[in-house]
């Protein structure tokens, strides 16, 4: 018997995908994933809940979006691998205000999950990370994609980790982040406290 949470991602892929061709319906996954509310919410990291929990909420992070992504892309028979891009937070274009720029300078290395997607005989990035209205924060945005191509990285990162699976990626990033201090821990809590309110009043101008 199907889980709630199967459930409810099962009616998703229906909504987003009915009668529509091949092409058409992973355009469709992903600009509906994209156009969720970026939002950091941890309690969404758990791959087994998260993707239910994003839609649910209708926000989430890189993580549950990309999660969600890959079941939803297998369900089409498409082979996805995950990726991870670690980068730092005060390396990126986004136009901080004031109260978040000390922060991110002092802030530890996060690990951004975006998607490989095996379509037309290659491994392309699909990236469905930032919803349109954070284009004028300075983030980045996919705005139009074609289907077949690799979408833009929405963070500049230092390398490329590539896993098989869910599970591999989720033990990569618990690894990385126990190497955090507690000071890193903590500073990290306040950015994402600061970070999520700023997102919503940037869509609201």
């Not at 469709?28 to 758990?46: G, T, V």
């Not at 649910?56 to 369900?75: D, I, M």
């Not at 699909?126 to 954070?134: E, I, N, P």
């Not at 890193?184 to 009043?201: D, G, H, M, P, S």
Request: net charge positive; hydrophobic share 40%; proline share 4%.
């Amino acid at each position: 018997m199907a889980s709630v949470c199967e459930k409810i991602i099962l009616e998703k892929f229906i909504e987003w995908t009915k009668d529509r061709d091949r092409k058409v319906a992973i355009i469709s996954i992903f600009e509906n994933i994209r156009d969720i509310h970026y939002a950091i919410i941890p309690e969404l990291r758990d791959p087994n809940s998260g993707p239910a929990g994003l839609l649910n909420l209708r926000k989430g992070s890189c993580q549950p979006k990309h999660f969600l992504l890959a079941e939803l892309f297998k369900k089409l028979n498409i082979p996805v691998k995950y990726a991870t891009y670690p980068f730092y937070w005060d390396k990126q274009l986004i136009k901080y205000p004031d109260n978040l720029k000390k922060i991110v300078k002092e802030l530890p290395s996060a690990y951004h999950l975006a998607c490989k997607a095996y379509i037309n005989d290659k491994w392309i990035l699909v990236d469905a990370t930032h919803d349109l209205a954070l284009k004028k924060g300075g983030f980045t945005v996919n705005e139009k994609w074609d289907g077949i191509s690799d979408t833009i990285n929405a963070v500049k990162p230092y390398t490329e980790v590539l896993h098989e699976t869910v599970k591999e990626r989720v033990e990569y990033e618990a690894r990385q982040k126990s190497l955090y201090t507690e000071r890193q821990k903590t500073l990290y809590a306040e950015f994402v406290e600061k970070f999520n309110i700023w997102l919503e009043n940037l869509r609201k101008r």
